[in-house]
Structure formats: C-alpha cells, structure tokens
C-alpha cells in the first residue's frame, strides 16, 4: 500500500536518501534500522512530504504523495510518531488528542477513539487536563501515539518510539506496537535503532546506510544475519 | 483623587488602543516568528476607511449609530483584506529565507503604504468626525471617565473576551496555538498551516482597525504617519511583555499606557516618552524576554 520508488532527498546540496526503494504490504509491521544519521528521519519526513524528495516517486494506495502539502498527505490517512514525541508543551493531554483528529469531522468516531486510547493508556485519562509538557518522557511516548491514532489512519508512522524510555517503558510501547497491528490490522512503518526489538515486532525489515537500502529481508532472517548482528545488535 | 483616577482611566484607554495593536504584534510573531513592521499601517488604513465611509454616509443623510457601525464594519473588513494581501505578497514567498529577509520586506512593506495613503489622500491632518455617540449614565463621571473613553474601555474588554474564546475553544484558534509551539508536528496532524497563518494576519488586522477608529474618533484628527507612531509604542508595548504572549501584550500595553499617562500628569507631557521607554529598558535588563515571555525557546 505504500512504495517508495528511487526517492532521492537533499538537505541544500547534500544529497541525505540515495535511490531508496520500499515496500510496505497491507496490514504489514516492517522496519528501518540503521545507525545514527544513515537517513531514516529523512525517509519519513519524505514521506510526510515535510522535506519533499527531489526525485523519485513514492505511492500510497497508489496515489503519489509528492506533489502533496503535508496536510494533504494526513487527509490520506498517513499519521505520524514523530521523533522526540513533539507534543504540543502547552496544549493539555485532551487537546493533544483533539489536535490528533484535527481534520476528523466525525464527533462520535472521536469521541469513541478518545475513549479506546484512554483504555490503551489509562494515566492519560487521570492526566487529561495536565499541559503536555508536564508528562514524562513515557507518559509523552503514550500521548504521541495516542494522538496519531485519533486520525484513524490508514497508516502509521513511528519514529524511533523507544528512543530515551526507561526499559519497562520500552516493552510496554513495543507491546502496545503489535496490538494496534494485531487488532485494527493497521500497517506499520517504524524506524528504530533498537534493533533487536523492532526485528521482532516487525514482519520484514530494512537497513540503511547513508541513506541507501542495503539489505533487506523478513525480519526473522535479518534477526539472524551475522552483518546485522554484529553492526546493530551486539551479539 | 479625582485627578489620579483620571489618569488612571486615561491611562487605561491609552492601554486598551495599545493592545488592540499590540496582539497583532505578538501573534503574527507566535506563529512566524516576524516582527510585521507593516502592522501600524494597518490600523492607519482603519482609520482612514472608517473616515472615507463616514464622510460618504454622512453625506447621503445618514446619521448617529448606524454610521458607526458602518463605519467599524468596513474598516475591520478592508484592513484585515490588506493584513491578508500584505503577507501573501510581502512575507510568504520569503517563508523558507533568513530571519532578516522578511524584516527588511516589513519594513518596505511600511513605508509604501505610508506612502501610498500619503499620495492617494493627504499629507495633512483630517479631522475625524467623533462617531461615538455621548452616553447619558456617563455624565456624573464625566469629569474621570468621558463617554468616549468608556466606550474605548468596553469594546476593547469586549474584543478580548471574544479572541480568548476564540484561541482557547475554537478548532482554529487550537490550531493556532498548536502552530505557534511546533509548526512542523502540526502540519503532521494535518494543519494548513499557511491558512493559518493567513488567519492570524486576519485577526490581527481586524483587532488593529477596531483601534484606528476608536482612537481616530477620540483624538479627533489623522494623518497618514499615526501608524508608525502607534505602532512602535504598541510594539514596545508587546515586547515589554513578552513578545509572542498574548496576556503578555495585554498587560504591558496597559502598563505602558498608564506609565505614559502619569507620567504626563505628575511630571510634564515631554517627558512621557522618556519613562515609557526607560521603563522598556528597565524590564529588559531583568527580565530580557519579557513580563510573561517564554525565557526559553523550544523550537528545533
């Protein structure tokens, strides 16, 4: 449902994603893994269309997506997780959500979702009415999310989710990963540098550096590549 | 007493025109991060609108509110078409160049249309028909309060308590304040954010023109050079606090306002623009960002 063909990106003159070609099946986990800086932002803000491609095509539900403004993109049903969380400091924990299913018109389906992402996370519920900034690290991971899920989207998009959580944290977001998967059959494309647990939430994966694809594979066999292994898992 | 609480209200209608102005200011940089040095102009044009609709009414044998209200309306409605058209033209296809770029374009953007009006009115001053009507109850207190400054005081009330309502309760005005703390992750929840933007400069042309009636009508005389003149006061009115804080250009327009106005009443009225400034550097030297501003900047 989503392709990326040849996307060549740059920063000015400096050319960050090299020819990059993906694909990500319907109802599909996979996952990006790659070193500090090898371009995997840089995937997902080409895809967002915040830092469009310069050359190359990319697809979603074979409609292309570069030539759309990044609002536009969102109305197509991607939503993101972005890096770093980003949620709005000063907007409460509800207003987050509502920023979330920004472009939703459909009261009741909000305030349904509102309730399930409640349930997914209950401290969000004790913390509704808090500013954003005042939640932990954690409780922001939860929120960020939970506000990409209040678009209902068609696809998700998860920037290092895991990035600075302490441990019981880390399971907790990749638990909460493969049940968004399992139950609303929603794809999704997470970039990780914790390798090792994003190979085993995800079905097949792919490994950049500097910003080119250099394997890829079902998640299995990458878990077990030796080059993968001793680059990125440290076994 | 009699004599402070006259001050106290003049200052208090200085204050309300300053920071009907000064929103303008503080909003458009929440979002953009610009000083829109064209802002002032804005509130001229309001001005000038409201006079060039009176005088057409008043001609055609219109009279007492409905020429007030006339007036207001096509005032609000042609500054916020200039508020929009200004940042098409001067500022939105620099959206992607340095800082300085679209400054120097609001600077220009300023002084043409200061000159523009110069050259398609007048150079002189024209008197300004006083369009607020004479409240009876305010007779009693006229010697503190005239009718005029109660009505400054109410609308400006009035107006603030609309665009409260408006940035916290509104789907756009949490659009708004979600763009002003992160532009980029709004665009990512789907937020048009040059829409935005556009509605900011909208308001905030609005909130101007509401101001140049107002005080046209107070003062009673304008000229093509009251822009500037308001709008650096109400500019230092926003940075004194907090450039971008909405309550922050709200409290330091009434300081300002009343700083002026005892200053002219106890000392003499030359000396107002010493303490409105010195008063400026006062409050940058120990708090640099401002009464209420963020001390720090969250943006990457």
């Known amino acids: 449902m989503l392709e990326l063909r040849n996307v060549q990106t740059y920063y000015g003159n400096i050319q960050a994603l090299k020819d990059v070609n993906m694909i990500l099946r319907e109802g599909e986990i996979i996952t990006l893994i790659g070193a500090n800086g090898a371009g995997k932002t840089t995937t997902l803000m080409s895809i967002s269309g915040i830092v469009p491609p310069r050359s190359g095509e990319i697809l979603f539900m074979n409609r292309p997506l570069t030539q759309l403004s990044p609002d536009a993109i969102v109305a197509l049903g991607l939503s993101q997780v972005p890096e770093g969380r980003r949620i709005f400091p000063n907007l409460t924990v509800t207003e987050n959500l509502d920023m979330g299913a920004f472009l939703r018109r459909d009261k009741d389906g909000i305030r349904k979702d509102l309730e399930y992402v409640f349930d997914l996370f209950p ?33 998700l998009l998860m920037d290092e989710p895991s990035l600075g959580l302490a441990p019981m944290y880390v399971k907790l977001i990749f638990d909460i990963i493969r049940k968004i ?36 594979g079902t998640a299995d066999s990458l878990l077990h590549n030796e080059d993968v292994k001793r680059a990125y898992i440290g076994a | 007493m009699d004599y402070f609480l006259e001050l106290f209200i003049g200052g208090l209608t200085r204050g309300s025109i300053y920071a009907l102005i000064a929103l303008g200011y503080t909003m458009v ?52 078409c200039y508020g929009f058209t200004v940042e098409k033209i001067a500022y939105k296809p620099l959206r992607g160049a340095s800082r300085l770029s679209p400054l120097i374009s609001a600077i220009g953007m300023s002084i043409f249309l200061q000159n523009y009006v110069m050259l398609a009115q007048t ?164 708090r640099p960002s401002g009464l209420l501003g963020r001390s720090t900047t969250q943006k990457v």
Do not use: C
Request: proline letters at 3%; a neutral charge.
């Open chain 1, 123 to 155: 401290i969000l519920a004790q913390r509704r009415h808090q500013p954003g900034g005042t939640l932990s690290g954690g409780e922001q991971q939860m929120l960020a999310i939970s506000r990409a899920l209040m678009a209902r989207p068609r696809l």
């Open chain 1, 181 to 216: 998967n399992q139950e609303n059959g929603t794809p999704i494309f997470l970039v990780e540098q914790n390798a090792h647990m994003a190979l085993r939430v995800a079905h097949r994966g792919y490994v950049m550096e500097n910003g080119r694809i250099t394997l890829e």
């Open chain 2, 29 to 80: 940089y929440g979002i953009i991060e610009l000083i829109n040095f064209a802002h002032g102009e804005i509130y001229m044009i309001g001005a000038f609108t409201a006079l060039i609709v009176a005088t057409i009414l008043t001609m055609s044998g219109m009279s007492g509110v409905s020429v007030l209200v006339l007036a207001f309306l096509v005032a609000v409605l042609y500054s916020s």
């Open chain 2, 123 to 286: 150079s002189d001053f024209l008197p300004f028909p006083n369009l607020l009507p004479e409240l009876p109850f305010m007779e009693p207190y006229a010697h503190i309060m005239g009718s005029t400054e109660f009505i400054i005081v109410t609308t400006t009330a009035v107006v603030m308590i609309l665009l409260t309502i408006l940035i916290k309760f509104t789907k756009i005005g949490k659009a708004m304040r979600a763009t002003a703390q992160d532009r980029n992750m709004a665009m990512l929840v789907g937020v048009n954010v040059n829409r935005v933007i556009s509605t900011t400069f909208i308001i905030g042309s609005a909130l101007a023109a509401v101001g140049g009636v107002l005080i046209a009508s107070h003062i009673g005389r304008i000229n093509f050079y009251i822009g500037f003149i308001a709008g650096i006061k109400a500019f230092t009115a926003a940075v004194l606090g907090g450039i971008g804080s909405i309550p922050g250009a709200v409290l330091g327009s009434l300081i300002l306002g009343w700083t002026e106005s005892f200053a002219t009443g106890y000392v003499s009225s030359d000396y107002e623009d010493v303490f409105a400034f010195a008063l400026l550097v006062l409050i940058l030297i120990f």
